[in-house]
């Protein structure tokens, strides 16, 4: 079956502009998680969905960072007015919400902040 | 705090030569340990997860197994196509943040030469 897919794979934005990035998790996976990967650090987590219930932001490393989650599904992190420091992998990842809690990963969003 | 620790960094072999990748982990109780593999460019691939301490699971070249306090993943008579970066996870029994999140170790790159 598909998996988690992510777009765009790479994005290339200027300083100060803002960026999208889209994630459409495993049909029917009820839970969905955004992390930051950055060259030589671990996964960082940044935000949690779980069904309806309010979003986890607490791993969210500015207010520069939003994300939201329409319908249950597809997700769009938003980062504003971008920084340098912001160039690094997004990965998002969904799990079933039922028992397990084994998450699945998307390709990634290479962003390079220039 | 709870963290996790990958060693070594990097690991090369010669193919056929068998080794293990270690995972050292501190948490407050462990629901669930979980070994990632993930290519140059691509998302984390799931392999295993581990519940409780003496647990193994294998695939193909690849055993997992747990204690307490850390994993190993072994890795019997490796190919070229095992090479990749080998990522560990914890979820911990009462994670104060996110539910169903996972701290990830910085990984092992190992690296089989034919």
């Known amino acids: 079956g598909a ?83 912001d160039s690094a992998v997004y990965l998002c990842a969904s799990r079933s919400g039922t028992v397990s809690y084994e998450q699945y990963f998307g390709p990634g969003t290479r962003l390079t902040v220039t | 705090e709870d963290q996790v620790t990958q060693s070594p960094e990097a690991l090369r072999l010669q193919e056929g030569e068998s080794s293990s990748l270690n995972c050292s982990y501190t948490v407050s109780g462990l629901r669930g340990l979980f070994w990632y593999r993930q290519d140059p460019g691509k998302g984390p691939e799931f392999l295993f997860t581990l519940y409780s301490a003496g647990e193994e699971k294998e695939k193909e070249r690849l055993k ?40 990830f170790g910085k990984g092992t790159k190992l690296s089989v030469k034919p």
């Open chain 1, 3 to 85: 998996g988690v897919s992510q777009s765009p794979s790479n994005k290339v934005t200027e300083k100060g502009k803002d960026v999208e990035l889209r994630c459409d998790p495993i049909s029917g996976h009820t839970a969905l998680y955004w992390y930051r990967q950055s060259l030589g650090q671990g996964l960082e987590f940044l935000i949690y969905f779980q069904g309806n219930s309010a979003p986890d932001k607490s791993g969210l490393p500015s207010d520069r960072f939003s994300a939201e989650r329409t319908g249950g599904s597809v997700s769009t992190l938003t980062i504003q007015r971008t920084q340098q420091e």
């Open chain 2, 64 to 103: 997992a197994t747990l204690t307490k306090k850390e994993s190993f993943l072994h890795i019997t008579a490796p190919k070229p196509e095992d090479s990749a970066t080998y990522l560990c996870a914890v979820r911990p029994m009462n994670y104060g943040g996110s539910q169903g999140n996972l701290i």
